[in-house]
């Protein structure tokens, strides 16, 4: 049954991924740093650890979509975990940005075991909530204003996060903290809200989207998504969309801490470089939200597959040229970052959008419905574009000879400036051109939707 979604229930689920950005936003923005400035883990080192536990925590999505399709409660099969997991969420990201003095060794040690859990615990939580938007309706259009819910909820806990964590920083180092301490209470806050935010999401949302069948095996699952070609275009498209935020996100604090600096501003007077760049963060964000908004409508007009393409090789020509902005151009930095961050917010509602259309197009062919093993693979394309992100960041820091709270040679800064133009923007022009092949239309969707409704009844 195609059922509309009320403005509250929306809004419900957009706190879902409330919660979760801001934790995400986080470790894309400031776990690196963390690791090299404050833990003082070398950057190759992190590079290899964020590859090595990410690799692991891939294979944990499908796992985690295969028992949550097979999850049976009178609260559904996904809604469930919002509860169960998201205390435990909270808590093991405070211990993740947490530094026992364990010695260089153990610190490394410590990381990769907090790491691990964390992101095993945000597979538990973020798969059932992704998959949520799958049973939530079967209305193709419904399910974009979902995305656009999720990402304005996404995107706002973004903007939050990176526009409070500088001056929480600041406070808990002016009440006597050293950086590890303010790092560690910092997160806590942000641990408390994003459980609460969960618990409203699995309160105020509904699965109403039964499979034409219960009946079904993980091999048979496994077989149909092995057998789904547009599954493997929207892999790749979404790790690649991936790799090019990872990059960005990874490297803002990076840049701006040894190549922009303190500047002095008209109007503002003199501001630091970690001001600037929570600024530029809180900015990036804003925009990418305007992007969310903007997917509905121009996806509207255009079809989901050619503003996706559109938006990805706009995203990639400005990216390009960032690289030769002057680090004193602070009103070029900010206004390439606005083009940028618009058109980078477009893709994302619809690629979770277009990740429903391949679940009810597998239903389609195959009478049997995965969602939970559709959606597990749209988490483990993050994770895997994040991996990948995370790890050519750190190798690519260590390659060009950074070293940490030191003054950075040409080379290095080459490294830097690079890391958040050239290699972002190869990895959007990559999205866009796997995308070419993409063949499930908005026009075919809405032939299968209802012919899928009509065995339903």
Request: glycine residues 8%; hydrophobic residues 45%.
């Amino acid at each position: 049954m195609s059922e509309k979604i009320n403005f509250k229930e929306k809004v419900g689920y957009g706190f879902g991924d409330f919660a979760s950005s801001m934790f995400w936003k986080l470790f894309s923005m400031f776990l690196m740093i963390y690791y090299t400035d404050v833990v003082e883990i070398s950057p190759a080192s992190v590079g290899t650890m964020f590859l090595l536990t990410r690799l692991w925590d891939g294979l944990n999505d499908p796992i985690m979509g295969i028992v949550s399709d097979r999850t049976k409660t009178s609260m559904g099969k996904f809604r469930p975990y919002l509860l169960w997991v998201a205390i435990p969420f909270g808590l093991i990201g405070v211990l993740t940005f947490s530094t026992p003095d364990l010695g260089p060794s153990g610190k490394l040690i410590y990381a990769y075991v907090t790491y691990t859990l964390m992101m095993m615990v945000y597979t538990a939580i973020n798969v059932p909530y992704s998959s949520l938007m799958g049973v939530m309706t079967s209305d193709t259009k419904e399910r974009t204003s979902l995305a656009s819910f999720r990402f304005i909820g996404a995107y706002s806990g973004g903007i939050f996060m990176t526009a409070t964590v500088p001056y929480l920083l600041d406070f808990f180092r002016n009440s006597g903290n050293d950086d590890a301490q303010s790092y560690q209470y910092t997160v806590a806050i942000y641990a408390v809200l994003a459980a609460f935010f969960f618990i409203i999401t699995y309160k105020w949302t509904k699965e109403r989207v039964k499979p034409l069948t219960e009946k079904s095996s993980i091999k048979k699952d496994i077989k149909d998504l092995a057998k789904n070609g547009q599954w493997f275009i929207m892999l790749g498209a979404g790790i690649a969309v991936l790799i090019f935020n990872s990059l960005r996100d990874g490297s803002i604090m990076y840049y701006f801490k040894y190549f922009v600096h303190d500047q002095v501003l008209p109007v503002f007077g003199e501001v630091k470089w970690d001001k600037l760049a929570g600024a530029y963060m809180t900015v990036w964000l804003v925009t990418n939200l305007l992007g969310v908004l903007l997917a509905k409508p121009l996806s509207a007009k255009y079809g989901k597959k050619n503003t996706f393409i559109g938006a990805m090789v706009l995203a990639s020509i400005f990216s390009f040229v960032f690289y030769w902005v002057n680090p004193n151009d602070i009103a070029v930095i900010f206004g390439l970052n606005i083009i940028i961050g618009v058109t980078a917010g477009i893709v994302l509602p619809l690629i979770w959008s277009m990740y429903a259309d391949i679940a009810d197009y597998s239903e389609w062919k195959t009478g049997r419905r995965a969602t939970g093993l559709v959606f597990s693979s749209s988490s483990m394309s993050q994770k895997m574009g994040w991996t990948l992100g995370g790890a050519i960041t750190g190798w690519l820091l260590a390659g060009y000879g950074f070293e940490a709270n030191a003054e950075q040679t040409v080379e290095s800064l080459k490294g830097i400036r690079m890391l958040i133009s050239i290699y972002p923007a190869a990895g959007a022009l990559l999205s866009a051109g796997i995308l070419v092949i993409y063949k499930l239309s908005d026009k075919f969707m809405d032939e299968i939707t209802k012919d899928l409704a009509s065995r339903r009844k």
